[in-house]
């Protein structure tokens, strides 16, 4: 007996209402598992899996890699041999954990069943997706195409590393994997565009006697056109918004931050600190939440349907972080709690799983206050702006060994620029100068960052 059941795109949360295709882990012809991953979606939040409600046989793929996909829109036919399954009974919490990263496997996904099925969306520009090798009837009843005919299957890679690839023009059937789980790596995507780029054996001018009609040469690419979507959409239209919302103040200062490094290299050599990567980021990130304590109005927001100012009692510390899909602002919540060790290692955590890629919504969501490290750039200040939603945020600028005054002498000495941004409807000049410089003198002298840490 055979039973079509159709899979729609949930509705992930968050107010979400699309998500663009990266890649299909399925194809027609593969037999899946009830909760296996068939697609990785990215949306203006994160990348995420869709694990099947459904256990059974693929039978069509609605949408093509790459396409924007509105919630409610079928994505995919599975035969379940059996009785049709009822996607009205999907329940609401089964989505929100897995879209938030929870490691727990539910069977169905909220949003099946949505009324009124949306539509697919193709690259802007009017042209759908290439597709090399179009599957033969023949071909797709076994789930391969005419590439894979031989064997091959899809090369396995992370969205960042397709994401990468497709940049550089990269076939990712081309590229050697390396992984672990046979998967083409970032590491593997960079070497061979090494590769790529090396001179011929026997150097430049190696080809120079062949005889013939030379080939003509690949015209010089005058631009390269990259779609804005998912998280470098999202990213945009916040940072539109609150440019255009927040009336933002820039302050700077200036600071000798040769003790805290001191400091630094003293925990570093601590047992309690001997299986944790300790940065200055996690100094400067006690320093400014001992700050915070005396000046709470730089953790709050403007409500503007209430018209009031919420100050909030708890701090989300909000860490940009440049990854490969772009900007994120991952947030670790309840930081104020912390200790230096627990903080350390919260950072240490937050930054791996957004450079994978792998940062679940929730931790994108409820930020308070952001810190941004210019200085790893070797860049020294900036006038940073503010994360949708927050008072204020700090930015980090290089540190540089230069001549500086030191009890009363000429000596060589660390420093580094802070630059604070915050939104005056909330936080008044003398308010931001005092917290900014709260900052600075604890990162000057740290003895508070033991005494109150």
Same mark, same amino acid.
């Given at each position: ?22 890649? &299909? ?11 296996? +991953?068939?697609?990785? +979606?990215? $949306? ?50 089964? @989505? ?9 496997? +539910? ?57 990468? *690839? ?51 040469? !690949?015209?010089? /690419?005058?631009?390269?056109? !990259? ?7 999202? !990213? *945009? @239209? *916040? ?9 933002? +103040? ?16 003293? /925990? ?10 300790? $940065?200055?980021? *996690?100094?400067?990130?006690?320093? /400014? ?21 919420? !100050? ?37 955590? /937050? ?18 206050? $952001? ?32 001549? &500086? ?49």
């Amino acid at each position: 007996m055979s039973t079509i059941n159709t899979f729609h795109l949930p509705d992930l949360g968050e107010g979400l209402t699309e998500a663009d295709l990266v890649t &299909w882990t399925v194809g027609v012809g593969d037999t899946i598992e009830l909760n296996q +991953v068939i697609a990785e +979606v990215e $949306t203006a939040k994160a990348s995420v899996e869709l694990p099947s409600p459904y256990a059974g046989t693929v039978v069509a793929l609605h949408a093509a890699e790459g396409d924007t996909i509105d919630v409610g829109r079928p994505i995919i036919d599975i035969d379940t041999g059996g009785e049709p399954v009822d996607g009205s009974d999907v329940e609401a919490e089964s @989505a929100a954990a897995a879209f938030e990263g929870e490691t727990e496997r +539910v069977p169905v996904l909220v949003g099946y069943g949505v009324a009124g099925e949306g539509t697919s969306r193709r690259r802007r520009g009017g042209t759908a997706p290439r597709v090399d090798n179009p599957p033969s009837p023949d071909s797709a009843t076994r789930g391969i195409t005419p590439a894979d005919a031989e064997g091959r299957r899809r090369p396995l890679a992370k969205p960042p590393v397709r994401f990468l *690839a497709k940049q550089n023009g990269v076939d990712l059937a081309a590229v050697t994997p390396t992984g672990r789980h046979g998967e083409v790596t970032r590491a593997d995507v960079t070497g061979y565009l090494s590769d790529q780029k090396a001179p011929p054996e026997g150097g430049a001018h190696a080809d120079a006697d062949v005889v013939g009609d030379p080939t003509p040469a !690949t015209p010089h /690419l005058e631009e390269t056109r !990259t779609p804005i979507k998912g998280v470098r959409k999202h !990213t *945009a @239209a *916040a940072m539109v918004s609150s440019a255009f919302t927040a009336p933002h +103040v820039t302050e700077f200062v200036t600071i000798d931050i040769t003790e805290t490094l001191e400091l630094l290299d003293r /925990l570093r050599a601590h047992r309690r600190f001997a299986e944790t990567r300790l $940065t200055p980021l *996690a100094l400067i990130s006690k320093a /400014l939440l001992i700050a915070l304590r005396a000046n709470p109005s730089l953790n709050s927001h403007w409500d503007e349907d209430a018209q009031e100012i919420v !100050t909030k009692h708890y701090v989300n510390l909000g860490i940009a972080a440049a990854t490969p899909r772009g900007l994120m602002v991952p947030n670790i919540k309840g930081a104020e709690r912390m200790s230096l060790h627990e903080l350390a290692g919260a950072l240490v955590e /937050l930054t791996t799983t957004a450079k994978s890629g792998k940062t679940p919504p929730a931790d994108l969501a409820g930020g308070t206050i $952001t810190i941004t490290n210019v200085g790893v750039f070797g860049v020294d200040s900036g006038t940073p702006i503010l994360n949708p939603g927050e008072a204020a945020i700090l930015c980090v600028g290089a540190i540089r060994r230069q001549p &500086w005054e030191h009890q009363g002498e000429i000596a060589l000495r660390s420093v580094t620029t802070l630059s604070l941004s915050f939104d005056h409807r909330l936080v008044d000049g003398e308010q931001g100068s005092r917290f900014l410089a709260d900052i600075g003198r604890i990162l000057s002298d740290p003895f508070e960052l033991i005494a109150l840490g």
